[in-house]
């Protein structure tokens, strides 16, 4: 009988499929070959053939913490509680400072559902390797899975303390901290992160996404092209490039960008709404509605769908099929602002004014407050000089924002965000007219959509606008908040002080004129006051009326938006 002896080194000679071919003739194979062939079976899914191996170099051996750790993996995957728990607790006795099995352990007794002796195994490992951020990592994760954010976030800044470079720990603070709302740090971590892994697609689309969401397409659209770049059939950012594309007004990339993730999956409801909508902007409103209908088709619950093929028919000229898809938006979303905004256009387009009306409720809705006095300040001009030169030199102004309402002016993105400065106070301000305004039109009109809508919870978002000589802005509702307002900082003596004239005041009612309507819409004007404060559902079209003046009129604006 020929006996063939199979050593380490034949491993790298032979390779692992010749060694187990081998075996199989009675070959003696020595501990090493042995395990890496177990290696080889468990990572091929063969675990009870990795298991036989495995007792096999344990009982030749006494074993070691790898041998009983993957025992353990094997245990849990067939079933075997007990017998898993016995094996890990055997690879942990043996690891001395190697702390892969105790982080082993965490991870199986996470999978368990008992979290306080998986940190306990963590917390062992960092005691043992203080220098190791693994430990953290793991701790990190744990938490998140159970919800516990603020916990994770301690845990990812330990890690980051040990590991000032380390991508993941960035990553997932970036995450964290976008959704504490601190969006500023959020770039950071997401852009310290590229910086150390450039090619993460994953990370980098989270970053195009923060940006959008903070108004800043062109940037975002960038970014998301980066995406594109790494992994060309990303649907998620092909869309979302489109929807940034059309904020920047490039309708026919951003058509192309929809018609491209239609390619890739026909299925795709967004892929065809953002076809849909590049089509609008691009005056082809009979294949507007085609491609709106079919994405509806393809997920009747679509709700921004339903609002945008109301927008379409509206655009139209098509009251009677605005009013029909504006019903069927809100009969899915009750508090869809775009919805019930193109409705009141169409009721009064179709002839149905007072029903108009009952929606435009100028007298219940709109409503002021001239603030008298701000905290910390000896009086409201020194507070609206602070204000007026926090906005004026913000670092976000943009002059003509291509997506904003402002004409002949800048726009700030979110003032809440970094350092607020005497913003804050502002919002504490206003949040306590907020919270008098819901109570009293909850009392006045407990019937209408927009108190039916009222939030439960709901936070704010501000930014600052500076408009110059015949600045203004057109008429725009905020299609993401339930209520809007507008502070007045600066309003210039030809507003303040002109009889006869309602140069720069604010006006609410009428549709934008990209609507081709026919009809008198109801209208509601407003002068400006420095100090006084408008409260109005976001849903209503307002804007404002050009003035000339050299004097800067200088707002603030806020929307509270639904969590």
């Known amino acids: ?70 025992l353990a993996v094997i245990g849990l995957n067939t079933g075997r509680k007990d017998q898993a728990l016995q094996w890990l607790a055997q690879s942990v006795s043996l ?92 770039e950071d971590h997401f852009v310290r992160a590229l910086a150390l892994r450039p090619n993460d697609a994953g ?60 390619a890739l999956d026909p299925a795709l409801d967004h892929a065809h709404h953002l076809i849909g ?28 769908a339903h609002a945008s093929l109301a927008k379409q028919f509206l655009a139209m000229g098509r009251a009677e099929d605005c009013l029909a898809a504006a019903e069927q938006c809100l009969d899915l979303d009750p508090a869809n602002t775009t919805a019930l905004a193109y409705k009141a256009v ?43 030169e926090h906005v004026a030199g913000h670092e976000t102004m943009v002059a003509n924002p291509s997506n904003k309402s402002t004409i002949g002016g800048g726009q700030t993105l979110e003032l809440l965000d970094g350092d607020p400065g005497p913003v804050a106070v502002l919002a504490d301000m206003i949040t306590g007219s907020v919270e008098q305004y819901m109570a009293e039109v ?26 110059g000589d015949e600045g203004f802005h057109h008429m725009h509702i905020h299609d993401s908040g339930w209520l809007s307002s507008v502070y007045y900082i600066r309003v210039p003596p030809s507003i303040a002080r002109q009889p006869n004239s309602d140069a720069g005041w604010l006006e609410f009612g009428p549709p934008p004129p990209t609507f081709p309507t026919k009809a008198q819409h109801p209208s509601l004007r407003l002068q400006p006051e420095e100090g006084k404060l408008v409260l109005f559902p976001s849903s209503f079209y307002h804007g404002t009326l050009p003035f000339r003046d050299a004097a800067p009129r200088i707002t603030v604006s806020f929307d509270i938006v639904p969590k």
């Open 203 to 262: 990370v980098r689309l989270r970053l195009a996404d923060l940006m959008a969401e903070g108004g800043r397409y062109a940037d975002a659209a960038g970014e998301y092209r980066r995406v594109l770049e790494i992994k060309p059939d990303n649907i998620q950012a092909l869309v979302n490039l489109g929807y940034a594309l059309l904020e920047t007004r490039d309708y026919e990339d951003a058509l192309a960008a929809g018609k491209r993730a239609g």
């Open 1 to 70: 009988m020929i006996i063939v002896v199979i050593t380490e080194a034949s491993v790298a000679y032979l390779g692992l499929t010749q060694i187990a071919r081998l075996s199989t003739l009675g070959g003696f194979i020595g501990p090493e070959p042995k395990f890496a062939l177990a290696v080889s079976h468990f990572q091929d899914g063969d675990l009870p053939e990795a298991e036989r191996l495995l007792l096999e170099v344990a009982a030749e051996t006494g074993g070691n913490a790898d041998v009983y750790g993957r």
């Open 442 to 467: 909850a009392q006045a009109a407990p019937d209408h959509p927009h108190v039916k809508a009222l939030p439960e919870e709901w936070g704010l978002i501000s930014w600052g606008v500076v408009l």
């Open 346 to 388: 169409a009721l009064t387009e179709a002839g149905r004014r007072a029903e108009a009306e009952a929606i435009l409720d100028f007298d219940t809705f709109v409503r002021t407050t001239v603030f008298t006095d701000a905290p910390g300040f000896g009086d409201m001009d020194a507070f609206n000089q602070a204000l007026a």
């Open 277 to 304: 909508r590049a089509r609008y902007y691009l005056d082809d409103g009979e294949k507007a509605v085609v491609s709106l209908k079919r994405s509806i088709d393809i997920n009747p619950g679509f709700v921004m």
């Open 95 to 186: 690891a001395g400072a190697d702390i892969d099995p105790l982080l082993l352990k965490s991870e199986i007794m996470a999978a368990l559902e008992d979290p306080a002796t998986a940190i306990a195994a963590c917390e062992d490992a960092a005691a043992i390797q203080p220098r190791d951020p693994r430990p953290w990592m793991r701790i990190a994760a744990i938490h998140r899975h159970n919800d516990r954010r603020y916990d994770a976030m301690v845990a990812w800044r330990k890690a980051l303390e040990i590991d000032p470079n380390h991508p993941s720990a960035h990553a997932n603070m970036g995450v964290m901290l976008k959704h504490r709302g601190d969006v500023v740090g959020a």
